[in-house]
């Protein structure tokens, strides 16, 4: 579907915001590698790339053109846990849950690694259904227009 | 368990709006609080990605993929024909590695990486992706007028060096392979890897090391 994501070829943008935008991880705010933690530690159940990527599709455009990107991630992750259940709108509203529950066990830096060493998803899905177009067929695209609610 | 409804997400992306506090910083403490609260993850699990990602994994994986690729043609051989496995050889597959694309930068011909649609990056080998690579004007300009881009980030193509333009997907990520440049005859991998530049891995970066300056 169309939506404010698909930036490919948009034209109007200025110049690339290398200077205040080169740092590497290490060299983040605080806040950021904070983020970047909490997302690897998947705090909604369910979670796939397609979904969470979807998630973010669907924010309010201005935010999505203005945020910067882990505050984007950020308020996705909040949408994620509350759809999924795990902390209601009025908790997030609050900041805090209703009754805590028990506390997660911590993991090592070694766990960690083995952790994002798993998470190589291969994507493939074996098919026996034979592609619908080969490489070089002509064909012909139409936008296809869907009501964003 | 997850919803996969759009307009439910989109609905509470409304809702959100108006009830979050505005400085990233605030609102990453109430998800995080949110998070430890209900048990859903410990604050020392936290403090352990973030060693992980700024200690163990990042650019310097790929540095090291492409040093080996420039010293053992055998090694480049593997890469170029399956680069999700040949990285299995440094133990370094992980987060968004389980399909990648290498592609070699020639005389004639330079790679560019791009997401135009999101962020998507080899995290297991080149780390979180800085933040000019998820801005809207580097993803919106990349496939339209790559040579304008890289004349930003200081890279003047001659015309006669062609350029093409990978936008990488969900499941498929790209690592550039950069030429080796000349002067570097007789450098062990350590010496190598250690001029190869993040940018040249994306291919916001050309000439490294021996030949700059």
């Known amino acids: ?149 | 368990m997850s919803s996969f409804d759009s307009d439910k997400a989109a609905s509470l992306h409304r809702e959100l709006h108006s009830h979050l506090p505005s400085d990233p910083a605030l609102r990453v403490k109430t998800l995080e609080s949110l998070a430890v609260e209900r048990g859903l993850v410990a604050p020392e699990s936290l403090d352990a990605w973030i060693e992980a990602f700024s200690e163990h994994i990042g650019p310097k994986r790929g540095a090291r993929v492409v040093a080996r690729s420039w010293v053992d043609p055998a090694f480049r051989e593997r890469l170029l024909a399956d680069a999700a496995e040949a990285i299995k050889e440094f133990d370094f597959q992980g987060s968004a590695t389980g399909h990648l694309k290498a592609v070699e930068n020639t005389d004639d011909q330079h790679n560019l990486v791009v997401c135009t649609l999101c962020s998507c990056y080899p995290f297991s080998i080149l780390g979180m992706s800085p933040a000019w690579y998820k801005s809207a004007e580097y993803r919106s300009r990349a496939v339209r007028e790559p040579r304008a881009v890289l004349r930003e980030f200081g890279v003047t193509l001659p015309e006669e060096v062609g350029v093409r333009v990978w936008d990488s997907t969900a499941e498929l990520r790209y690592l550039v392979i950069p030429q080796r440049p000349t002067g570097t005859e007789g450098w062990d991998e350590d010496q190598l890897a250690a001029i190869v530049t993040r940018n040249s891995m994306i291919g916001t970066d050309r000439t490294l090391g021996a030949e700059k300056g």
């Open chain 1, 1 to 149: 579907m169309d939506g404010i994501h698909d930036l490919g070829g948009m034209q109007g943008f200025g110049p690339i915001p290398i200077k205040t935008g080169d740092r590497d991880f290490r060299d983040f705010e605080d806040w950021e590698k904070r983020l970047y933690a909490m997302h690897n530690s998947r705090p909604a159940r369910g979670i796939t790339i397609d979904w969470f990527r979807h998630a973010i599709e669907r924010m309010q455009p201005g935010d999505y053109l203005t945020f910067p990107y882990f505050k984007k991630w950020c308020t996705n992750w909040l949408v994620l846990m509350i759809d999924d259940g795990v902390v209601s709108l009025d908790e997030v509203k609050a900041g805090h849950v209703d009754t805590p529950g028990p506390q997660a066990a911590p993991i090592s830096v070694e766990q960690a690694l083995k952790i994002n060493a798993r998470s190589d998803t291969c994507f493939e899905v074996p098919s026996d259904v034979e592609p619908a177009f080969r490489v070089d067929d002509a064909v012909r695209t139409r936008r296809v227009r869907r009501r964003i609610t």
